[in-house]
Nanobody
């Protein structure tokens, strides 16, 4: 399974970025693709997830109403991040929960495959 993540960068508070994650090598049609993030010195945090079976989505409370996850093609998702805050600064990782019809609880052990991450820096 291979990941191509892009879209990270430096943005001022209040600005927007769009992350992209394209996953290849998945043999099941039903999967959930999620974004996690890890800020310096902090644990991984599940940010958002979308399931391939029905497009249902999950968001962390910290990003609800600011971030939007969507499918743009099979196994390719965008994470649109608006109204960014300095506390959103982190490495953002794309991850896959394999062969599931719904997004699992967003925790590290529930994901099977991980991308290498893309850095998002929000300046105040």
């Amino acid at each position: 399974v291979q990941f191509v993540e892009s879209g990270g960068g430096l943005v001022q508070a209040g600005g927007s970025l769009r992350l992209s994650c394209a996953v290849s090598g998945l043999t099941f049609d039903e999967n959930a693709i999620a974004w996690f993030r890890q800020a310096p010195g902090k644990e991984y945090e599940g940010v958002s997830c979308i399931s391939s079976s029905d497009g249902s989505t999950v968001y962390a409370d910290s990003v609800k109403d600011r971030f939007t996850i969507s499918y743009v093609a099979k196994n390719t998702v965008y994470l649109q991040m608006n109204h960014l805050r300095p506390e959103d600064t982190a490495v953002y990782y794309c991850a896959v929960s394999y062969g599931v019809s719904r997004c699992p609880y967003l925790s590290f052990p529930n994901m099977n495959y991980w991308g290498k991450g893309t850095l998002v820096t929000v300046s105040s």
